[in-house]
C-alpha cells in the first residue's frame, strides 16, 4: 500500500509562482513513474506532468516551460514548480504513482492522493 499526501496549494495571483508538494510513504520501494495530474471544474482529469524511473520527464503542452517536476531521491517526496501562472491553471491538483510490479505485485496499480486546491484568479 502507499500513501500520497499532497500540500503547497492556495490562491496565487497571475503571474507568480507556487511549488506543490507529495509526499509519499508505506510501500514506496514499489513505485515507479510519478506524476501529478490536475481537474478544473467542468473538465476531466488532465495529466500535467510525469517523471519515470529513469528521471525523464513529460509535460502537457499548457504547462510546458512554466512548470516543473521533480522528485528527490528516495521517492519519497513529489515536487511540482509552478511559475507564471495563469487562472487557466486553476484546477485540483492531484499527486499520482504507478506500480513498479516484479516482486512487488504491484503492476497496473495506481495510487492517489486526494487533491490540492490551486487558484489563480484574474
Known amino acids: 500500500q502507499v500513501q500520497l499526501v499532497e500540500s503547497g496549494g492556495g490562491l496565487v495571483q497571475a503571474g507568480r509562482s507556487l511549488r506543490l508538494s507529495c509526499a509519499a510513504s508505506?510501500?514506496?520501494?514499489?513505485?515507479?513513474?510519478m506524476n501529478w495530474y490536475r481537474q478544473a471544474p467542468g473538465k476531466e482529469r488532465e495529466l500535467v506532468a510525469a517523471?519515470?524511473?529513469?528521471?525523464?520527464?513529460n509535460y502537457a503542452d499548457s504547462v510546458k516551460g512554466r512548470f516543473t517536476i521533480s522528485r528527490d531521491n528516495s521517492k519519497t517526496n513529489l515536487y511540482l514548480q509552478m511559475n507564471r501562472l495563469k487562472p487557466e491553471d486553476t484546477a485540483v491538483y492531484y499527486c499520482?504513482?504507478?506500480?513498479?510490479?516484479?516482486?512487488?505485485?504491484?503492476?497496473?496499480?495506481?495510487?492517489w492522493g486526494k487533491g490540492t486546491r490551486v487558484t489563480v484568479p484574474n
Open positions: 517523471i519515470g524511473v529513469g528521471g525523464s520527464t
Open positions: 508505506g510501500e514506496t520501494i514499489c513505485i515507479s513513474t
Open positions: 499520482n504513482a504507478e506500480g513498479l510490479g516484479g516482486w512487488c505485485e504491484n503492476y497496473g496499480a495506481q495510487y
